[in-house]
């Protein structure tokens, strides 16, 4: 069964430092999502991609946050100065089309110190 | 309370029981969706209501939706100790392209 697939697993990141969380959405997928779940809370949305631009996002995704397509496989999430508060597991996510379910992946756990 | 708030938290049950789990929301919905999460680990779609369809069915999964109570339940009939993980419900809002905005989670314990 198609994956969507994430690199690292695990990120351990200075405060201040930049981080790239990498996502291989699923290949016939049109629809790509960032998700985060700060532990013990819900899983909240970040910003939703489509055809090469974002097409929502949400009140966390601020200038600090910045999403890519670079290479028509890979989809990138970039925090450019880490903050202690976000610390959480990252999600990404594909989705073929709007109005079926979505497909996760096994997230990114990202630790800023 | 706020969008997408199951009932219960935590919900412990022997092997071969069913188990329900409810999820209230606020909001005129396009969808609901149930998703399932194993230890902090990936979330894995269960199963999509649409906001004009009533009852799902898959396999052992039964979904029903009330939009005039704004509500929905999940039953896992015949549970398993494989079942044992968190149980999500999320909504597609209305107005919104298909951004999910989830519940707080039921976690569901299955003892042999």
């Known amino acids: 069964e198609p994956e969507v697939t994430q690199t690292p697993s695990h990120q351990v990141t200075q405060m201040g430092q930049e981080v790239i969380l990498r996502c291989v959405p699923i290949s016939n997928h049109l629809y790509f999502y960032w998700y985060r779940q700060i532990l013990g809370q819900k899983v909240e949305f970040l910003v939703s991609f489509y055809n090469n631009e974002i097409s929502e996002k949400s009140e966390i995704f601020d200038d600090q946050f910045s999403v890519e397509r670079p290479d028509g496989s890979n989809f990138t999430l970039k925090i450019r100065s880490t903050k202690l508060e976000d610390s959480a597991m990252y999600f990404c996510a594909s989705q073929l089309v709007p109005g079926y379910g979505y497909t996760f992946g096994s997230g990114t756990r990202l630790t800023v110190v | 309370s706020q969008q997408g708030e199951e009932d219960p938290q935590a919900l412990s049950i022997q092997e071969g029981e069913n188990a329900t789990m409810n999820c209230s929301y606020k909001?005129?919905?396009?969808?609901l969706q149930w998703y399932r999460q194993n230890s902090g680990r990936g979330l894995v779609h269960l199963i999509l209501i649409r906001s004009n369809e009533r009852e799902k069915h898959s396999g052992r999964l039964r979904v029903t939706l009330d939009t005039s109570k704004k509500s929905s339940s999940l039953l896992i009939t015949a549970s398993r100790a494989a079942d044992t993980a968190s149980y999500f419900c999320?909504?597609?809002?209305?107005?919104?392209?298909?951004?999910?905005?989830f519940g707080t989670g039921t976690r569901l314990q299955v003892t042999l």
């Open positions: 999320a909504t597609v809002n209305t107005g919104t392209a298909s951004k999910l905005t």
């Open positions: 909001t005129s919905i396009n969808n």
